[in-house]
Structure formats: structure tokens, C-alpha cells
């Protein structure tokens, strides 16, 4: 069984352009996530989509982050425009579905690294 | 915040047993302590979870005090591979509050 996938792997960008992560969760699993670490910093969550719904939002940082997750399977995570502080590694993660157990433990991805110049 | 404590770092022998400790006295009924490790820049890997009783799988054991105000991460046989960051988390298993919260971490060393 594949596991979670992210695209693109590193990503260099200067200030003030867009950029645009992808995740793709495991097959059937419900939750998606997505968390980054900035340098230095622990890793931080930014929402969680329960199918294409946003169920969680609270740690994304401000408006020029936009996350989608159309259709419920893969999301993307917007960045526009990319300021200096947004660099770091972007992860993440999917879970089946919210029932207690193992169905609600998160698998994350390899992460993307982004760079802003 | 974190709710959890944890040494900064350690360091263990190959071949040896590496036994992490986590602090967690404010957990409640309701929460479970995850362990996550993330090896180099990889992405954080699960390794195991609990609520209250001692728990075992292929990666780990998890030792939960009777309390459950501490918990214990055991890596039976640490081997170079295991050289990472250990996470333990306290997650609420309820519906809706599905994030993890992640602290520093313990930086476990495997030493040949």
C-alpha cells in the first residue's frame, strides 16, 4: 500500500511569488493534515480537512495560505505570495477516519521543503 | 503547547535497549500518548499509542505508569537505524480534535 505523497520534494521561490504544495493521503483515508516546521521551530499543525471539508483551521498562520481539498482525495496548499518566514518543511499526513483506535493515527508524508529567497 | 516533557537528548548503545521517558502529569481520562520519531529530514514516522495499559508492537513497547502520569518508549534491541528524533504526544481520542502537538522532542543517539 502506497503512503502518503507529497510533490514537489524541494521547492526555491523568491519573495513575493506563488507556490503550491500537493499532498496525496493514502487511499480511503478520510482526514487529511498538514503541518510545517519553520527553522528551528517544533513542528506545527495548520488544519486538518475531513473529506473536502475543513474541520480544523485554528494554525494557519494567515491569508495568504489557501488549502483545498476538492473531490475529498488529494489537497494542495497554496502560498501567495511567499514571504521570507514561510520556509521550512511543509508535512503532511492522513488518518482513515476519526474512530479511536489505530483508524485515527496519522501517517505523514516525506514533507516539502521550501525555500524562500 | 506541548503537554508533555521529555529529555533533550540521549544516547544508547547498539544492541542495548533504549528506554525513553515522557512526562505527561496533566494528562486526562480521555487522552492517549502517541509516540512518533522522525529520522534525519524524513517525515515524522509513528511508532506506537497507548491509554493505559502496556502496549507492543513490531517497532516498540510503550509502558504506561498506573497513574498515567509517565510513560516509557522501549526500543528493545536499538539498532544505527533508530538514531532519531522521539516524539511523545498526549492526543485527545475524541471527535474533532484530531491534531497532534508536537514538543522538542528527545534526540536518541545509537552508538556502535
Known amino acids: 500500500e502506497a503512503g502518503v505523497t507529497q510533490f514537489p520534494s524541494h521547492s526555491v521561490i523568491e519573495k513575493g511569488q506563488t507556490v503550491t504544495l500537493r499532498c496525496d493521503p493514502i487511499?480511503?483515508?478520510?482526514?487529511l493534515y498538514w503541518y510545517r516546521r519553520v527553522m528551528g521551530k517544533e513542528i506545527k499543525f495548520l488544519l486538518h480537512f475531513v473529506k473536502e471539508s475543513k474541520q480544523d483551521e485554528s494554525g494557519m498562520p494567515n491569508n495568504r495560505f489557501l488549502a483545498e481539498r476538492t473531490g475529498g482525495t488529494y489537497s494542495t496548499l497554496k502560498v501567495q505570495p511567499a514571504e521570507l518566514e514561510d520556509s521550512g518543511v511543509y508535512f503532511c499526513?492522513?488518518?482513515?477516519?476519526?474512530?479511536?483506535?489505530?483508524?485515527?493515527?496519522?501517517?505523514f508524508g516525506p514533507g516539502t521543503r521550501l525555500t524562500v529567497l | 503547547d506541548a503537554k508533555t516533557t521529555q529529555p533533550p537528548s540521549m544516547d544508547c548503545a547498539e544492541g542495548r535497549a533504549a528506554n525513553l521517558p515522557c512526562n505527561h502529569s496533566t494528562i486526562s481520562g480521555n487522552e492517549y500518548v502517541y509516540w512518533y520519531r522522525q529520522i534525519h529530514s524524513q517525515g515524522p514516522q509513528y511508532i506506537i499509542h497507548g491509554l493505559k495499559n502496556n502496549e507492543t508492537n513490531e517497532m516498540a513497547s510503550l509502558i504506561i505508569t498506573e497513574d498515567r502520569k509517565s510513560s516509557t518508549l522501549i526500543l528493545p534491541h536499538a539498532t544505527l537505524r533508530d538514531t532519531a528524533v522521539y516524539y511523545c504526544i498526549v492526543r485527545v481520542a475524541a471527535q474533532g480534535a484530531q491534531k497532534l502537538v508536537f514538543g522538542q522532542g528527545t534526540r536518541l543517539t545509537i552508538n556502535p
Open positions: 487511499s480511503g483515508h478520510d482526514n
Open positions: 499526513a492522513s488518518s482513515q477516519d476519526q474512530r479511536t483506535g489505530f483508524r485515527d493515527t496519522q501517517y
